[in-house]
């Protein structure tokens, strides 16, 4: 069982970076592809960004391709997004996620993904 805990969600300005993180605990993180996801109110839940286990392949999604970036320390169990020239949008719950799905590029979709953290929440204000 893995465990997942994100941080660094907050208030930002538009344009502004913000750089969340997500710590694994439970099992073999380096085992683990991992995702980010994001779900604003009364929206589906929408994929943001992907990693290989071994960080060879990254996939981002075509809305934040440029100024998101998806990074992994498999050495401190972590999986981090940086985010720049953010867009003003309604707030959304951005979720970290681990797939044992290891072959080929990083999995996009959230059925593909065995184990989920709880969120953590941006707001990029106008």
């Known amino acids: 069982q893995v465990q997942l805990v994100e941080s660094g969600g907050g208030l930002v300005q538009a344009g502004g970076s913000l750089r969340l993180a997500c710590t694994a605990s439970?099992?073999?993180?380096?085992?683990?592809?991992m995702g980010w996801f994001r779900q604003a109110p009364g929206k589906e839940r929408e994929f943001v960004a992907a990693?290989?286990?071994?960080?060879?392949?990254?996939d981002h999604a075509d809305s934040v391709k440029g100024r998101f970036a998806i990074t992994r320390e498999n050495a401190n169990n972590m999986v981090s997004l940086q985010m720049s020239s953010l867009k003003p949008e309604a707030p959304a719950v951005y979720f970290c996620?681990?797939?044992?799905?290891?072959?080929?590029?990083?999995?996009?979709?959230?059925?593909?993904?065995?184990?989920w953290g709880q969120g953590t929440q941006v707001t990029v204000s106008s």
């Open positions: 439970g099992g073999t993180f380096s085992s683990y592809a």
């Open positions: 996620a681990a797939s044992a799905y290891v072959h080929g590029p990083p999995p996009r979709f959230s059925r593909e993904y065995n184990y």
């Open positions: 990693i290989t286990w071994r960080g060879v392949m990254r």
